[in-house]
């Protein structure tokens, strides 16, 4: 009992690490840019997208390579990268160098994520099975929530903060997980890997989102603009011509045969892209406009994370009684319920419990409904052999749906000047975020055309909200 509680705690120590660090990331953001002057909101932009595009793409490809030479080594190397890059980032002397080393933090991401939940399951005993689940989601949402909070703290000291300080956490895990976790390997794994079709994956949402944060500053007219949308054309064509040929290749086009998934994918795919732009947008407008510090913004932040496993849970037990898709599709209309709300109530003077927080509050009991469904329906209605690889690639859409959400900001948001234009940038901001939602909304219905969906236990909803 006690060695399967340590061996729980350590891999739900390392995805909570790299969950953490995403969301204290997006509070630092203003701190960062005062520090590297000079730099638009599209240039620091990269920061969080170089890490959702790598971590997309190599999701799979590091799966099925860990399936090979086994999930501990592959889960104990992605710490190890994963603590090495937090390192530099923390040292980095400008904006570029942040940016590469979060692309090779993304690397160190997209080993922990499969191969933590892989390890997991088979190191407990059966009858824990279930509970340890629970515990692994729990920690994931625990991120989300404090993740501001933390962020806002840390900053308050410096931003290279909230880098530095998973150097010692990752340490303690890399000699505790070579100590306790057992490994695992997959009896007969998958060698062939589509590295080809993971590159151009990522040359291909990297030149669209060029195109997209640089537009404002280089003219969408300019020649930069117009050969990085070309670029992304050809890089996607490429993809998906690799995708149709390759033997074993990143995205199973098979997958999609199946309504019910085809229809999660899409609608997963559009409301990250809606909760990507209104996290970022929110934090910016608390920050920027309203002039809260960072330690303010986090606490500002955090109540609508706490909403999420709070209605991830209830959602559970109401999937008995509604239909996925209806469900999915309330919550994702509460999202743009949400960002309407805030974008009429907003004023320039600071009101945070009368103006920002309902909006903020609705938003946050959308997002624990949504994710939560979409994602468990999707790999409940897939066969159980490829609900790994399913469930792999669904959260390879939602890290696209990210990127494309907080390119779609920039571009909408551009640089305002005073308050006036802050205004209208911010309204026209959540007014885009919303339609973005209820365009989710529509596709989450589809989750519903299909045969029902089997009942979802909690754990299992819980544990595909990462």
């Known amino acids: 009992m006690q060695k399967s509680s340590q061996v729980l705690a350590i891999l739900c120590g390392a995805p909570f690490l790299a969950g953490l660090d995403l969301f204290v990331v997006n509070v630092a953001f203003a701190d960062i840019g005062r520090s590297f002057p000079g730099h638009s909101l599209g240039d620091l932009s990269w920061i969080l997208n170089g890490y959702a595009i790598v971590y997309a793409a190599l999701l799979i490809p590091i799966g099925r390579w860990a399936d090979r030479i086994g999930n501990r080594r592959a889960f104990v190397g992605g710490l190890i990268v994963f603590t090495a890059a937090s390192a530099a980032c923390a040292l980095a002397p400008s904006v570029a160098a942040l940016v ?16 933590s939940m892989g390890l997991l399951l088979h ?5 824990r099975r279930a509970f340890s689940v629970r515990i692994w989601a729990a920690t994931n949402a625990l991120a989300a929530a404090i993740g501001p909070v933390v962020g806002g703290l840390l900053v308050e000291l410096s931003w290279r903060w909230i880098f530095l300080i998973n150097v010692p956490m990752g340490v303690v895990l890399v000699f ?3 100590r306790a976790v057992p490994d695992y390997r997959v009896p007969d794994p998958d060698t062939d890997l589509d590295l080809v079709g993971a590159a151009v994956l990522t040359v291909g949402i990297g030149a669209l989102s060029l195109a997209l944060v640089e537009g404002n500053d280089w003219g969408w007219g300019s020649t930069g603009v117009l050969v990085s949308f070309a670029v992304a054309a050809v890089a996607l064509t490429g993809f998906a011509v690799n995708t149709a040929r390759h033997p074993s290749p990143l995205i199973d086009l098979a997958l999609f045969r199946v309504r019910t998934y085809a229809w999660a994918n899409l609608a997963i795919w559009l409301f990250s892209a809606a909760f990507a732009a209104g996290l ?36 559970a037990a109401l999937i008995r009684r509604v239909p996925a898709g209806w469900l999915a599709a309330i919550g994702c209309a509460l999202w743009a319920a949400g960002s309407v709300l805030m974008l009429t109530s907003v004023g320039p003077t600071p009101a945070y419990f ?19 469904t979409i994602l468990a329906t999707a790999t409940a209605s897939l066969p159980p052999a490829r609900s790994a690889t399913g469930s792999a ?7 696209v749906g990210t990127v494309i959400g907080v390119s779609v900001l920039v571009a909408v948001l551009g640089s305002p000047v005073g308050w006036a234009q802050a205004h209208a940038a911010f309204q026209r901001t959540w007014w885009v975020i919303a339609a973005i939602a209820l365009v989710s909304a529509g596709a989450a219905l589809g989750l519903s055309t299909a045969r029902r969906t089997p009942a979802v236990s909690p754990s299992v909803v819980a544990a595909e909200t990462r």
Request: hydrophobic share 55%; proline share 8%; charged share 5%.
């Open 100 to 115: 590469g080393f979060r692309v090779v933090q993304a690397i160190g991401a997209a080993a922990l994520t499969p191969t």
């Open 123 to 127: 190191a407990v005993p059966a009858e």
């Open 176 to 178: 505790a997980a070579l």
């Open 280 to 315: 970022l947008g929110g934090i910016l407008f608390l920050q920027e406009v309203w002039g809260y510090s960072a330690v303010k913004t986090g606490l500002a932040v955090a109540p609508g994370p706490l909403m999420v496993p709070v209605f991830a849970l209830g959602g």
């Open 354 to 372: 009368t103006e920002l927080l309902p909006g903020w509050l609705l938003g946050g009991v959308g997002v624990g409904l949504t994710l939560p």
């Open 393 to 399: 690639i669904v959260n390879m859409s939602r890290q």
